[in-house]
């Protein structure tokens, strides 16, 4: 009886000094389907989603059809009126690429990071943390399946920017809706006169 006791604490000391171990480890951030550029204070201050293949589809399309529709006011109404849909066109583009450069709300504050195997141990509430970010997340923050990455503030998943819409993001997304309002009523303005 007095080995088995022996035994189980030997066998808990041994799990903690484990557990010690890989909490010292510094921690690894869980990138996703994401790629991320231009750290500050560890936070990525560029992010690309998985659907990028669709969102440069989408970005030759603005620019292809933004081309097509000022060569047909130029050749109606003139090199004065076109260069009103060029100038639109280019708030567009520019409105697009912002959406589809600016971090959404992908946080890796260490004062989040959730010791999963701590917590599992302690018997500790970790509904509010995700597992494979191994984050402990805030009121807001998302688990996006498409991007298997947590975003703050979560909106919904964009296919077109190919990311999702996040606290980060979400003023430059409204821009580029208003953007892309603006950009069709200019243009049928300016074919229309
Ligand atoms: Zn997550
Ligand atoms: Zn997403």
Redesign the pocket.
Known sequence: MLNQVDLSQTQKEETNKILEIQNDQSFQPHYGKNYMFRFYNGQPQITI?PHWPLSVCTFILIIVGAYFISAIIHIKSGIWYSSGSVISSLILEICFLRVFLKNPGINFTSTYVHKLRVSILTNSNFQNSCQPCKLEKEYGTYH?Y??DICVKGYDH?CPWVG??IGVGNIKEFQMFLMSLLFFFSCNLFLIMI
């Open positions: 989603g996006c498409q991007c998943h990311k999702c």
